[in-house]
């Protein structure tokens, strides 16, 4: 029998060779891989592993990154953790890219939340009530993780490390989505508010992650995505509406959204929704009498929400939206009606208004309506 081979493998490289699975010679800052790239060449991860070698990072095919848009979407099949984690080891945890949870909590807490709140009266919620919840639902504090990953993916160079946050983004994201479902299906006084919060913390990251995608090369469909969190949100809505008195969260303003009456459209976009309504009465007629139904409650909701942007430029007219449609419009779109297509064209126009505005939001109505003008 042939004497075993010593192993060589590096267990001390720097943060920057992990990222790229190269061998690291460990003689850094900087190692001779990071002087030859010129990286900054770190070692914040060895540090974080070796204060915290009771905890075995996540090393599951549950883990392995996923895109969200249809092909190979994490809605159809997504494992949970094998083993559920304790508040204490949620926090300290590194990921399977060897990013520390500490960090990426940081960035949440520091950054991250601003781009959800939609007034002052909801940083305190944002910042240390969400998060505070998030130690008791899983799925919400890897929700949160995902959302803080994607936003450091956005700022940081080089290429490489972006991409390493944005896939342990997917990662986390992936991790939510099953307890979360299992969690809609027994919904109590106790999670309501967990619900309500990743749902909103859901539509950011799936309007974020087809801009992102651009790192790996690969090309998303903005329009998959928004299908699937209308099909995520179908369900969420019903059991918010079930359980509204239980929600403590005051966000969106508890559902006051939809009864304050609106400023008044400027005369381009009462046009342009006009014509589209008008377009509704000519087209969907006969047997199409109940998507016309459809139809007509739905762009009613996208005209409130326009007078809802005009007197405040916030998410809450776009987010309010996706979460307001009826199945069968989902339906029709999920079978690529043109029509529906047409009405989330408008929807995407809102979106492109949000640009500049949010990270999450970069890009993503302009890549939207291009998308749906080029079907």
């Known amino acids: 029998m042939p004497p075993l081979r010593t192993h060589t493998k590096s267990r001390n490289g720097c943060d920057q060779c992990r990222a790229r699975r190269v061998k690291c010679d460990e003689k850094g800052p900087p190692c001779s891989n990071c002087t030859t790239r010129e990286l900054k060449c770190t070692y914040l991860k060895v540090a974080a592993r070796r204060t915290t070698t009771h905890i ?4 599951s095919t549950s883990d392995v990154p996923r895109s969200l848009d249809g092909h190979g979407s994490p809605v159809a099949a997504v494992p949970s953790p094998a083993v559920p984690t304790t508040p204490a080891s949620t926090s ?15 960035r949440f807490a520091t ?8 007034s002052d009266s909801e940083i305190q919620i944002w910042q240390i009530t969400v998060p505070t919840l998030a130690f008791k639902h899983d799925y919400l504090m890897n929700g949160i993780l995902a959302l803080a990953s994607m936003h450091i993916a956005t700022t940081y160079e080089p290429a490489e490390v972006a991409l390493m946050y944005y896939e342990a983004g997917l990662q986390y994201y992936n991790r939510s989505l099953t307890p979360f479902r299992n969690t809609i299906d027994s919904i109590t006084p106790h999670n309501c508010d ?11 990251i799936g309007i974020a992650s087809p801009q992102l995608t651009g790192m790996k090369d690969e090309c998303a469909s903005t329009t998959e995505n928004i299908v699937i969190l209308f099909e995520l949100l179908q369900g969420v809505k019903k059991i918010l509406q079930v359980s509204k008195p239980w929600i403590k969260l005051e966000l969106f303003s508890q559902g006051a959204f939809w009864k304050n009456t609106p400023a008044e459209l400027d005369p381009d976009t009462e046009a342009a929704l006009t014509h589209l309504s008008d377009l509704n009465d000519q087209v969907m007629v006969g047997v199409y009498s109940e998507q016309h139904r459809i139809n007509k409650n739905v762009i009613a909701h996208l005209r409130h929400c326009y007078a809802k942007f005009a007197r405040s430029a916030d998410p809450a007219p776009a987010f309010a ?8 419009f989902v339906d029709s779109l999920r079978c690529r009606q043109p029509f529906s ?4 064209m408008y929807w995407g126009v809102l979106l492109r208004e949000l640009d500049g505005l949010r990270w ?3 890009d993503a109505g302009r890549a939207l309506v291009s998308e749906l003008s080029d079907a």
């Open 56 to 59: 075995t990072p996540p090393s």
């Open 92 to 106: 300290a945890q590194t990921n399977s890219f060897g990013i520390n949870n500490l960090e990426l909590m940081h």
């Open 111 to 118: 950054e991250t939340y601003k781009s959800l709140c939609i």
């Open 194 to 204: 967990a619900v309500f919060a990743h749902s909103i913390v859901m539509i950011a």
């Open 321 to 328: 939206w996706l979460a307001a449609v009826e199945k069968g």
């Open 341 to 344: 297509l047409l009405i989330l």
């Open 360 to 362: 999450w939001a970069r």
